[in-house]
């Protein structure tokens, strides 16, 4: 029972008009318009928090507060609790709060959050006043909200709107979870903090659970094939003859990849390498032993540039093997494509170049897709639809965090690999601010009389926001250097991009000034040096991602990040650490899912309620519930799973 606005009392001309200009347009929508904070005292919890951000928030006093003097004053500092988070707490100038604060007192805190220092520099402490009711804050200019509050409380209670229940009710009996009408009722007038900490649980599972009737309704469909009979003693002799031992990561990895192959149906997997950590290894392992079972293999890379790098690597190490290479450049194409109809080439490495109509396989039984994250989704899935069984391996080397990866591909296709192997020296990171560049100046000048090939980035062309564009800093630098300096960015032609980093690669002793397109897989054992301008612009991912850009060989590396003053925090978190999972989740909290997946899946993964970092509980439960029910004979006939049902088919609809 939906009830249009218009006839409800207390709501006139001018109302209905606002409401509707916010996409509320029935009592339904009305009471899905949660409150935005709550008056009095703040519900605000940390997990959302971005670095600097002014917040007010409910805490609790966990250590005794200490006083500590300095030249212009005083300080106090303790441990607190908000939510299920434990920070600093630093007061300037407010000695009264050491004999005014105790243990486990209730306190409101306002103040300044450092992310990555996981403290809050408050401005004000006062203590909690339990007896002042919770009002809620709804944000929605021309109504008050106690007129706003006063509606929705008659919509409850004239019973003028119905609430769907979404959840099944083994599962709110198991969980001990409130009803969708009772959860909704509470968040609007909650009597206690604990009201809305209890009508968030049930929200966040909800969403949880939507989630993964989500992710299991896209899933790619179990395709039956036989177990791939590849040839077990032939990979073993390739492996005793690798120049290196795997490390135990590597091991995992293949044995990931080689159980995917002993099973009955076609296998999708996602191989997570930090940058410099051997995945390449790991895949010629996975296509040498799908060659052996007399499969062709196909490996797509997003870029020329990055295919012909993979076409050396492999030719170098399967000299046995018949190996193509297919991009925009290759000549006597019409005779290659027919010789890779014919099975007369074991693995085909190439571009996009390898989804087009008449390129034909005589028997593909295993796709690679490298950086998939660099293709659309229908590129890909042109690539898949030509092998006879979709066996899949996607790799990416930008840190994904472990959260949304596990989400997006399944718990059970997601693999790791963290562990470097030893001959990798960790690049040497540095802060410094614009006043100091003649450090960055003097360690080119270094790296340019050993003959090293020495990269800087800068964030835009000719941003008029950015000081250092590829112009200025072009400008500088070759005042200052008499080297070859090469300069890539977006608007030169693909052709003109791959001449000029051929050139760079070719030219030892030489500069390469170039926007973030060379944030992925070009391998440069002589690159040593990487200054990254403007550093403040980037995701500590992408800096990460860009760091990777050197030490790919043994020679000492270092990164240069410039940037203000202000961002001094997060870069120096960037340059304690060379784990890129753990900086990709500072940026998740940061920045949001779409930093990682890109505007096309960051609303799939967008919520009011559920944190992606601090609900793991929550998301596994719901995963398991949700598989659980998908198992069950009778699900699609059952009418209390009618609406579910309804949601999957609905999503396989788009």
Same mark, same amino acid.
């Given at each position: 029972?939906?009830?249009?606005?218009?006839?409800?009392?207390?709501?006139?001309?001018?109302?209905?008009?606002?409401?509707?200009? +916010?996409?509320?347009?029935?009592?339904?929508?009305?009471?899905?318009?949660?409150?935005?904070?709550?008056?009095?005292?703040?519900?605000?919890?940390?997990?959302?928090?971005?670095?600097?951000?002014?917040?007010?928030?409910? =805490?609790?006093?966990?250590?005794?507060?200490?006083?500590?003097?300095? %030249?212009?004053?005083?300080?106090?500092?303790?441990? $607190?609790?908000?939510?299920? !988070?434990?920070?600093?707490?630093?007061?300037?100038?407010?000695?009264?709060? *050491?004999?005014?604060?105790?243990?486990?007192?209730?306190?409101?805190?306002?103040?300044?959050?450092?992310?990555?220092?996981?403290?809050?520099? /408050?401005?004000?402490?006062?203590?909690?006043?339990?007896?002042?009711?919770?009002?809620?804050?709804? +944000?929605?200019?021309?109504?008050?909200?106690?007129?706003?509050?006063?509606?929705? +409380?008659?919509?409850? !209670?004239?019973?003028?709107?119905?609430?769907?229940?979404?959840?099944?009710?083994?599962?709110?009996?198991?969980?001990?979870?409130?009803?969708?009408?009772?959860?909704?009722?509470?968040? !609007?007038?909650?009597?206690?903090?604990?009201?809305?900490?209890?009508?968030?649980?049930?929200?966040?599972?909800?969403? =949880?659970?939507?989630?993964?009737?989500?992710?299991?309704?896209?899933?790619?469909?179990?395709?039956?094939?036989?177990?791939?009979?590849?040839?077990?003693?032939?990979?073993?002799?390739?492996?005793?003859?690798?120049?290196?031992?795997?490390?135990?990561?590597?091991?995992? /990895?293949?044995?990931?990849?080689?159980?995917?192959?002993?099973?009955?149906? /076609?296998?999708?997997?996602?191989?997570?390498?930090?940058?410099?950590?051997?995945?390449?290894?790991?895949?010629?392992?996975?296509? &040498?032993? =799908?060659?052996?079972?007399?499969?062709?293999?196909?490996?797509?890379?997003?870029?020329?540039?990055?295919?012909?790098?993979?076409?050396?690597?492999?030719?170098?190490?399967?000299?046995?093997?018949?190996?193509?290479?297919?991009?925009?450049?290759?000549?006597?194409?019409?005779?290659?494509?027919?010789?890779?109809?014919?099975?007369?080439?074991?693995?085909?490495?190439?571009?996009? $170049?390898?989804?087009? @109509?008449?390129?034909?396989?005589? @028997?593909?039984?295993?796709?690679?897709?490298?950086?998939?994250?660099?293709?659309?989704?229908?590129?890909?899935?042109?690539?898949?639809?030509? /092998? +006879?069984?979709?066996?899949?391996?996607? *790799?990416?080397?930008?840190?994904?965090?472990?959260?949304?990866?596990?989400?997006?591909?399944?718990?059970?296709?997601?693999?790791?690999?963290?562990?470097?192997?030893?001959?990798?020296?960790?690049?040497?990171?540095?802060?410094?601010?614009?006043?100091?560049?003649?450090?960055?100046?003097?360690?080119?000048?270094?790296?340019?009389?050993?003959? #090293?090939?020495?990269?800087?980035?800068?964030?835009?062309?000719?941003?008029?926001?950015?000081?250092?564009?590829?112009?200025?800093?072009?400008?500088?630098?070759?005042?200052?250097?008499?080297?070859?300096?090469?300069?890539?960015?977006?608007?030169?032609?693909?052709?003109?991009? #791959?001449?000029?980093?051929?050139?760079?690669?070719?030219?030892?002793?030489?500069?390469?000034?170039?926007?973030?397109?060379?944030?992925?897989?070009?391998?440069?054992?002589?690159?040593?040096?990487?200054?990254? &301008?403007?550093?403040?612009?980037?995701? *500590?991912?992408?800096?990460?991602?860009?760091?990777?850009?050197?030490?790919?060989?043994?020679?000492?590396?270092?990164?240069?990040?410039?940037?203000?003053?202000?961002?001094?925090?997060?870069?120096?978190?960037? %340059?304690?650490?060379?784990?890129?999972?753990?900086?990709? #989740?500072?940026?998740?909290? =940061?920045?949001?899912?779409?930093?990682?997946?890109?505007?096309?899946?960051?609303?799939?993964?967008?919520?009011?309620?559920?944190?992606?970092?601090?609900?793991?509980?929550?998301?596994?439960?719901?995963?398991? @519930?949700? *598989?659980?029910?998908?198992?069950?004979?009778?699900?699609?006939?059952?009418?209390?799973?009618?609406?579910? &049902?309804?949601?999957?088919?609905?999503?396989?609809?788009?």
């Amino acid at each position: 029972m939906d009830i249009k606005l218009d006839q409800i009392r207390g709501i006139g001309p001018n109302t209905l008009r606002i409401l509707r200009n +916010h996409h509320i347009w029935s009592t339904y929508d009305l009471v899905l318009n949660y409150p935005r904070a709550y008056e009095s005292f703040s519900i605000t919890t940390l997990d959302k928090a971005k670095d600097k951000e002014t917040l007010t928030v409910q =805490a609790v006093v966990l250590t005794e507060p200490q006083m500590f003097r300095y %030249s212009k004053g005083e300080r106090i500092t303790f441990k $607190a609790q908000v939510f299920e !988070h434990k920070i600093d707490v630093v007061v300037f100038g407010r000695g009264y709060l *050491l004999k005014q604060l105790k243990v486990k007192d209730d306190i409101v805190m306002k103040g300044v959050y450092h992310l990555y220092k996981k403290q809050m520099v /408050a401005a004000s402490i006062t203590s909690l006043d339990k007896t002042q009711p919770i009002k809620p804050v709804y +944000h929605i200019e021309g109504i008050h909200d106690r007129n706003l509050s006063s509606i929705i +409380h008659s919509v409850f !209670h004239e019973r003028k709107v119905s609430i769907y229940e979404t959840i099944p009710e083994q599962y709110l009996e198991k969980y001990h979870l409130l009803s969708r009408e009772k959860a909704l009722y509470y968040l !609007h007038f909650p009597r206690t903090m604990e009201d809305i900490k209890t009508a968030e649980r049930r929200f966040k599972y909800e969403e =949880a659970f939507q989630l993964h009737l989500k992710l299991n309704a896209k899933q790619i469909g179990k395709q039956e094939r036989p177990p791939k009979g590849y040839d077990l003693d032939k990979v073993k002799t390739l492996i005793s003859e690798l120049p290196y031992e795997l490390t135990k990561d590597q091991k995992g /990895a293949v044995n990931d990849i080689f159980r995917d192959f002993k099973k009955s149906y /076609a296998s999708y997997r996602l191989i997570q390498g930090d940058v410099g950590s051997g995945k390449t290894v790991v895949v010629l392992l996975a296509i &040498y032993a =799908a060659i052996t079972a007399g499969e062709q293999v196909a490996f797509m890379a997003p870029t020329e540039l990055l295919a012909n790098q993979h076409y050396q690597y492999f030719t170098t190490m399967l000299k046995s093997l018949k190996i193509a290479l297919l991009s925009g450049k290759t000549k006597g194409k019409d005779q290659m494509k027919e010789m890779i109809q014919n099975h007369y080439f074991d693995l085909i490495i190439g571009t996009h $170049a390898l989804i087009e @109509n008449d390129v034909n396989f005589a @028997n593909l039984g295993l796709v690679i897709i490298d950086e998939q994250h660099k293709f659309g989704v229908n590129t890909r899935e042109e690539l898949m639809n030509k /092998a +006879h069984a979709k066996d899949v391996i996607y *790799l990416t080397a930008t840190p994904i965090p472990r959260t949304l990866a596990m989400l997006a591909f399944g718990d059970a296709h997601v693999t790791f690999i963290k562990e470097k192997p030893q001959d990798r020296l960790p690049v040497e990171s540095q802060y410094i601010t614009k006043e100091k560049i003649n450090e960055l100046y003097q360690s080119i000048a270094t790296a340019i009389q050993r003959k #090293e090939h020495i990269f800087l980035v800068v964030p835009a062309i000719d941003s008029k926001k950015v000081s250092d564009n590829i112009d200025t800093v072009y400008e500088e630098i070759s005042k200052e250097f008499n080297c070859p300096i090469f300069v890539l960015h977006g608007r030169l032609p693909n052709d003109e991009k #791959e001449r000029m980093m051929e050139n760079f690669i070719y030219t030892p002793g030489s500069i390469l000034l170039a926007t973030t397109m060379i944030e992925v897989g070009i391998d440069i054992p002589t690159a040593t040096l990487i200054g990254i &301008y403007s550093a403040e612009h980037f995701g *500590l991912s992408q800096l990460h991602q860009l760091r990777g850009r050197v030490g790919r060989g043994t020679l000492k590396s270092t990164c240069y990040l410039i940037s203000e003053k202000s961002d001094v925090e997060r870069l120096e978190t960037l %340059s304690k650490t060379n784990d890129g999972f753990v900086l990709s #989740e500072y940026d998740l909290q =940061a920045r949001g899912p779409g930093d990682f997946l890109g505007t096309e899946q960051s609303g799939f993964f967008k919520f009011d309620f559920l944190d992606l970092n601090h609900d793991q509980v929550i998301l596994k439960e719901a995963e398991h @519930n949700v *598989l659980e029910l998908l198992e069950q004979p009778d699900f699609k006939t059952n009418p209390k799973y009618k609406y579910l &049902y309804k949601t999957i088919t609905d999503l396989n609809k788009i």
